[in-house]
C-alpha cells in the first residue's frame, strides 16, 4: 500500500475516508459493472422484451448507468421511484426510464401512485419479457401498495409505530411484507412468467436479499406468524390500525395465502444479485485509512442496537488505542422515541460517543448515513471530539438533556458540528470512522 504524505487535522482525516467509502458504492461504477451480465441474460433467455423498474434511495442512479451502458434501443419502458430530493436534474438524466420522486421513511401517495404504475407495467409481461429490477435501501417505503383492506393511511401507521417503538429493519420488514400486494416475493408473482434479474444495493445487516427493500422479487423466509410476534414484542396489537391486525391475524391462521417461498415456480428465472454493500464501503474506507499512513482496523461490520449504547461501546473502544489509529465501523443502529425532538441515529451515537470522551484528547468520531441523511433531517450525521461537550456546556447547552429527549440533531446545529453532504444517491446503512493521533 503507497501512503499518501499528506498531513491533515483528524476531522478532514474522516472525511476523505467517509469520501472514499461512499465512492466505493457508488451506483453508476456498480452498475457498470454488471452490464455484460445484463446482455447476457437477454441471449441467453432470448427476450425480446426490456422493462426497467427500480425502487430505492440509488435508484435513479442505478437507472442511469442502466441507460448509459445498455444504450435506450435496448429498453423497451421504464420507472424507478426514489426519495424526495435524489432526483439531481430535469428527470434525472433519464431519456427512456421515468423517474419519480415519493416519501420515506414514511410512505405517501406518491409512492402508492408510482407502485401502481410499475404494476401495470409489468401484469401484461410475458415469457419473452426480461424485468430488470433496481433495488436499493429505502424501497419498502418508496415502493408502497398496501394488502387488500389495508389503506395507505393505515400503512403509514403501522410503519411509524414500529419506526418510534424501535424495531430493527428485519422486524419492520417482517411486517411490511405481510401486508402489502407487492413485497416478500409478491412482485415476482406479478410479473411472472418474465424472468427478472434484479441488481441489489443493500442496505441490511448480512445483505440478506428477503430483507433489502422487504425482497420483492425474493422468497420469503419469513411469516405471518413471525410479523405477529414483531407486532407482539413492542405490544402494539392494542394501538396498530384493526385493518392490520385483521390481515396478520388472519394470515397467522391460515386462511390468507402465505407470501411466496423458496421453490415457488415465480422463480424459476429470478436472478437476485447484491452489487453492492456496506462491507464494501468499510473495507474501501480501510484501503482509504492505510494510504493516509494510519494503522485502520475494522471493528465491525455489523454495529446494531440502541444507537445510544453503540456510541457508548465505541467509546470504550477506542479509549483503549493510543497513537495514530483510524477504528471503522458500519451496520445500522436503531432508536427509541421516548422524547419530543429531532436527530437520526448516527447524530443520537454521536452525541453519545462525545459525552463518553469529553476530555479525552487525541479522538475524533464521524457517524453518518452513506444516503446523507439521518432520520427526518437534512445531516448525514455529525463529528465530533474530546472537545465537543465542553463547547456545547459553554454555549449553556446540556448535552445529557439532549440526548434524553432524543434531540441530537438541534444539539449539533447549536454547536456547528453537523455533517452534511445532502444526497449521495446510493445508500448501504451507516458508516463511523474514528480517527486517534
Known sequence: MVKENTLMNPEETAGRIFREALRAV??????????????????????????????????????????????????????????????????????????????????????????????????????????????????????????????????QEITDLLLRAGADITELNAVRKHISAVKGGRLAEIAYPAGIVS????????????????????????????????????????????????????????????????????????????????????EAAERKALSLGLDAEIISYELTGEAREAGKRLAEKAVQYSGPKCLISGGETTVTVRGKGKGGRNTELALSFAMEIEGIDGITLLSAGTDGTDGPTDAAGAIVDGRTVAKAKSMGLDPAEFLENNDSYNFFRKTGSLLITGPTGTNVMDVQIICRT
Open 199 to 282: 441488481l441489489m444495493i443493500s442496505d441490511v445487516i448480512g445483505d440478506k436479499i428477503d430483507v433489502i427493500a422487504s425482497g420483492p422479487t425474493a422468497p420469503d423466509t419469513s411469516t405471518y406468524r413471525d410479523a405477529l410476534d414483531v407486532i407482539n414484542k413492542f405490544n402494539l396489537a392494542g394501538r396498530a390500525p384493526a385493518a392490520v391486525m385483521d390481515v396478520l391475524n388472519r394470515g397467522g391462521a391460515g386462511e390468507l395465502p402465505e407470501t411466496p417461498k423458496e421453490g415457488n415456480p415465480v422463480f424459476s428465472k429470478v436472478v437476485n444479485t447484491v452489487i453492492g454493500s456496506n462491507r464494501r464501503a468499510l
Open 26 to 155: 457508488d451506483p453508476s461504477l456498480i452498475v457498470r459493472n454488471c452490464a455484460d451480465e445484463i446482455r447476457s441474460r437477454c441471449l441467453d433467455w432470448n427476450f425480446t422484451d426490456l422493462i426497467v423498474t427500480g425502487f430505492g434511495k440509488a435508484s435513479c442512479r442505478m437507472a442511469a448507468a442502466v441507460e448509459e451502458t445498455l444504450g435506450t434501443d435496448m429498453i423497451s419502458r421504464g420507472l424507478v421511484v426514489t426519495k424526495y430530493g435524489h432526483i439531481n436534474g430535469r428527470h434525472g438524466g433519464l431519456k427512456k426510464i421515468k423517474a419519480c420522486e415519493a416519501g420515506h421513511p414514511i410512505p405517501d401517495e406518491n409512492g402508492l401512485r408510482a407502485a401502481g404504475e410499475i404494476i401495470n407495467l409489468l401484469r401484461d409481461a410475458d415469457e419473452r419479457t426480461l424485468v430488470l429490477c433496481l433495488v436499493s435501501g429505502g424501497g419498502s417505503a418508496l415502493f408502497v401498495s398496501p394488502y387488500n383492506g389495508i389503506t395507505l393511511h393505515e400503512k
